[in-house]
């Protein structure tokens, strides 16, 4: 069982007899004695797609679903859709590029240590690496010297993400992103 403390970006929960993962937490505390912590939680339907903004008080708790988790890899985008490759089986399955909001940021071919999550034999969506190298396409020039401060600039990366590097870095490197936040790591 979980608790409101335990939700964050990704987790999955059962919500009204359906998964659904969530995309966003947000905690409010009591300013009163006995008050009770509410959790804004941003969930969507794994199975609809269908987004809900629903309040959670610090005693409930909730139910894990039965799904399996099963590796796979990105193999190639063809227009709108994303095909991929079970790794226990082999069999290959497309996910229509609408499914994946979040997941496009970090997605580029051949990326492997996805999981693929299905419940009977349904396939729900797709979890991806806490992390993920990218190239960056386009920022300004490095600034020789700027590794003593923490100033940073914007880098676009090759799926199109941006994010915020420190100025040292240059047009062509690789850095590691967290898929959580959407956030710089370090150098690749």
Request: proline content about 5%; hydrophobic content about 35%; aromatic content about 6%.
């Amino acid at each position: 069982m979980l608790s409101p403390s335990d939700l964050k970006r990704g987790v999955i929960i059962e919500y009204d007899g359906a998964p659904c993962s969530v995309e966003s937490v947000k905690v409010s505390s009591p300013t009163a004695r006995g008050g009770n912590t509410i959790t804004r939680v941003r969930l969507r339907n794994l199975r609809t797609k269908q987004k809900l903004d629903v309040s959670f008080r610090g005693n409930e708790s909730f139910a894990e679903p039965a799904f399996e988790k099963r590796p796979c890899q990105l193999l190639y985008r063809e227009q709108d859709m994303f095909h991929f490759m079970d790794q226990s089986n082999y069999e290959q399955f497309a996910i229509h590029e609408g499914e994946l909001e979040w997941e496009l940021k970090f997605l580029k071919d051949e990326l492997e240590g996805i999981r693929a999550l299905w419940a009977d034999e349904e396939l729900l969506g797709i979890e991806l690496p806490t992390s993920v190298a990218l190239n960056i396409t386009e920022t300004p020039p490095a600034i020789k010297g700027a590794s003593a401060t923490a100033r940073t600039k914007r880098a676009t990366l090759e799926t199109g993400h941006v994010v915020n590097i420190p100025e040292h870095i240059a047009q062509g490197e690789t850095v590691n992103v967290d898929t959580r936040t959407g956030e710089f790591l370090g150098r690749a």
